[in-house]
């Protein structure tokens, strides 16, 4: 039951009952000499007795109306206020409001406060943690994964390209004793081969570097983007806008936009991906959508994910929201939304 139906209730039967309770002391006090009166007086065709009740009734149905409305008018308020403090906004206390209301609003505009200095002491954090862990890291987790890449390049790839070239000679050298099976079996290893390659580069290219080094965010994304449209047949669209983000924020973001892209490549079997970096008013969103076979969110299996929580952690830590909708066979887009939070010195200049 909404507000407004609870109040029009609670109007009605509060009015008939102090009706009721009036009506039994006042004539208690001042008893009627002939009780029927009350029914044989009659106002606009209506017993006397009837006409009060109907009275007070729709005074209490008018009465709950107003206060329902009033009262559902504040909890939108109230709502708002909400809304503005979960996107990072500030809000300004309503006229209209009343002193219980104010007192709620102040207490949310308050937490509002407390949770922006909480988002920008975490994104500092996760600033100064990034700088730190990459200097100590880069170096050496760069030098293992280039290892690793140019030992799968220079041995299961060339095995796999020359493995590609031998059955394309024999596909295509006629065989007159060859039968119609030993075809489609040599036409479904070539295919074979074929599909292992494409996943061995996108394996080589999940195993890039992942630090940004010298670029920003949308330098790394740009490139990264680029080079997957290069090797692996996927129709690839990207809206990336130029900001400045710290240090820290695009790295993890960056990060995230690297996880989902592999977990697109190994699990979705999609044929295309749409990724977005865009900001707006005070929020940077990454979304990246893919029309591949999609999962249910819900299966423990998914929840437990390394990869999935490994996202949500990272979002988490620079102060913003992970959020991920997937259907089985239709496919799957991911969000992330960052509030952009000013430094102290950038809001005292």
Not at 44 to 49: F, L, Y
């Amino acid at each position: 039951m909404s507000t407004v139906s609870k109040q029009v209730v609670a109007g009605a039967l509060f009015s008939l009952l102090m009706v009721v309770f009036l009506s039994l002391s006042f004539f208690y006090l001042y008893p009627l000499e002939d009780w029927s009166l009350l029914w044989e007086k009659e106002m606009m065709d209506i017993p006397g007795a009837g006409f009060i009740l109907v009275v007070s009734i729709l005074f209490g149905i008018v009465f709950g109306i107003w206060t329902g409305l009033k009262d559902k008018r504040q909890l939108r308020e109230i709502e708002d206020a909400l809304l503005d403090v979960e996107q990072g906004r500030s809000f300004t206390l309503p006229e209209t409001a009343t002193v219980e209301v104010g007192q709620v609003l102040k207490k949310v505009d308050a937490l509002g406060k407390h949770l922006t200095d909480q988002a920008r002491h975490s994104q500092k954090l996760a600033n100064e943690k990034a700088e730190e862990q990459e200097k100590r890291i880069q170096e050496i987790v760069s030098q293992e994964r280039n290892r690793l890449a140019r030992e799968l390049h220079d041995s299961v790839s060339q095995q796999l390209f020359a493995a590609s070239m031998m059955m394309s000679a024999i596909t295509e050298t006629p065989t007159a004793g060859r039968t119609l099976q030993e075809e489609k079996q040599l036409s479904m290893v070539e295919q074979m081969i074929h599909q292992s390659q494409l996943e061995m580069r996108a394996l080589l290219l999940h195993l890039r570097p992942v630090a940004l080094k010298d670029k920003n965010l949308q330098e790394g994304m740009r490139e990264l983007l680029v080079e997957l449209a290069q090797k692996v047949p996927l129709d690839i669209e990207w809206k990336i806008e130029d900001m400045k983000l710290d240090k820290g924020i695009e790295d993890h973001l960056f990060r995230i936009l690297q996880e989902s892209v592999s977990n697109t490549l190994r699990h979705a079997k999609a044929t295309s991906l749409d990724i977005r970096l865009i900001k707006r008013e005070s929020i940077i969103i990454l979304r990246v959508v893919d029309d591949g076979r999609g999962f249910d969110v819900n299966e423990s299996k998914v929840t437990s994910s390394y990869g999935l929580q490994n996202m949500r952690e990272r979002a988490i830590e620079i102060g913003g929201t992970f959020k991920i909708i997937s259907v089985p066979n239709k496919g799957t887009r991911l969000e992330v939304k960052v509030p952009v939070v000013e430094n102290e010195g950038e809001k005292n200049d």
